[in-house]
Each structure stands twice: as C-alpha cells, then as structure tokens.
T-cell receptor, first 114, second 111 residues
Framework: EAGVTQSPTHLIKTRGQQVTLRCSPISGHTSVYWYQQALGLGLQFLLWYDEGEERNRGNFPPRFSGRQFPNYSSELNVNALELEDSALYLC?????????????FGPGTRLTVL | QKEVEQDPGPLSVPEGAIVSLNCTYSNSAFQYFMWYRQYSRKGPELLMYTYSSGNKEDGRFTAQVDKSSKYISLFIRDSQPSDSATYLCAMSKGGYNKLIFGAGTRLAVHP
C-alpha cells in the first residue's frame, strides 16, 4: 500500500514569491494535515482538512492557505514568502473517524526562501 | 510556556544502553500520547501511542504516561545504531483534534 506522497521534494524561492505544495493521502484516508517543521522549532500545526472542508487552523497568518480536492488530495499555498518560511513542510493523513486520529506522515517538501 | 516541553538533546549513548526520553506537558485535556521517530530527511513515523495513563510495551520500546505528573516517557532497551534518529512526543485531546508536538530529542547510538 502506498504511503503519503508529497511533491515537490525540494523547492527554492525568493522573498515575495508564491509557492504551492501538494499532498496525496493514503488510499481510504479522508483527513489531511499540514505541519511546518522549522529548524529548532519542532512540528507546528498549520491546517487540517477533512471531507473537503477546513476543520482547524494553527497560529499562522492568512497567507498560508490550502484546499482539499474531491479525491482527498490537498494543496498548501503560501503567498508573499518570507525568509522565516524556510522549513520542511509535512503532510499527514488519517482515517477521519479513527478514535485517536493516528496520523501517517509523508517525506515532506523542503522549502528554502532566499 | 510551551504546551509540550521536550529536551532537544543531543543524547549520545553506547550500543546496548537503555535510553530514556521524556516530555512534560501543561494541558490536562490531553488524552492520547504518541511517540514518533524521524530519521534525517524523512517524515516522522509512529512508534507507539498510549491512551490516558499507563504503560505500553512493544519489543524493545516501552511508553509510560503519568497524567498526574503530566509526564510521559519512552524507554528503548538494548539500543542499536539504527535507533539513531530524532524522537518526537506528540499529544492530542482525541477525536479530531490536532497533534501538539514536542521539539524532538536527537539520539545518537554509537557502536
């Protein structure tokens, strides 16, 4: 069974640009979570999508946004990139009705903002 | 104060040692407690989860939760060089709630 996949693997952008990251969940999973892992800061929750709806949002500015498609894949968009957005962006998926929402992570997209 | 505190290490131990990793937390609403392992340049993978207080054992790994002290631990017996990774604790109120992660502890097991 294929795991969570993310694309691209690496990305280099400059300040002020916009970026779109993509995630495909495990087959059968309807929930997708996005996390930011910046150096020294651990994983910070960004967004949670379930059944096409945004269910929860972390403490990030509105220039971080996303969506979930009917096939449950998801995109994370970051506008007006800043240097501090450089991080590993991780996507995770879970069965929405799991009792403890076990989340399975993808390998991440490493974003560098110059 | 962060909701979840975890010593980032690094922790260096010889092969065969018993490793103890710990997290403390402040939110008494947390019900589910997890340990993830993350190898360099990879996504985290779930090692163990525990609901509420108690112990759980899986092979060389034992997870402990003490809700009265708001303290969780992961013990690794007979540590191997392949255990060298970053270990992240995570917690959730359950249901559809987000996971709150600790900063992660870097572990190096040397032969």
């Amino acid at each position: 069974e294929a795991g969570v996949t993310q694309s691209p693997t690496h990305l280099i952008k400059t300040r002020g640009q916009q970026v779109t990251l993509r995630c495909s969940p495990i087959s059968g999973h309807t929930s997708v979570y996005w996390y930011q892992q910046a150096l020294g800061l651990g994983l910070q929750f960004l967004l949670w999508y379930d059944e096409g709806e945004e269910r929860n949002r972390g403490n990030f500015p509105p220039r971080f946004s996303g969506r979930q498609f009917p096939n449950y894949s998801s995109e994370l968009n970051v506008n007006a990139l800043e240097l501090e957005d450089s991080a590993l962006y991780l996507c995770a998926s879970s069965l929405a009705r799991a009792s403890y929402n076990e989340q399975f992570f993808g390998p991440g997209t490493r974003l560098t903002v110059l | 104060q962060k909701e979840v505190e975890q010593d980032p290490g690094p922790l260096s131990v010889p092969e065969g040692a018993i490793v103890s990793l710990n997290c403390t937390y402040s939110n008494s609403a947390f019900q589910y407690f997890m340990w993830y392992r993350q190898y360099s340049r990879k996504g985290p993978e779930l090692l163990m989860y525990t609901y509420s207080s108690g112990n759980k054992e899986d092979g060389r790994f034992t997870a402990q939760v003490d809700k009265s002290s708001k303290y969780i631990s992961l013990f690794i017996r007979d540590s191997q060089p392949s255990d060298s990774a970053t270990y992240l604790c995570a917690m959730s109120k359950g249901g559809y709630n987000k996971l709150i992660f600790g900063a992660g502890t870097r572990l190096a097991v040397h032969p």
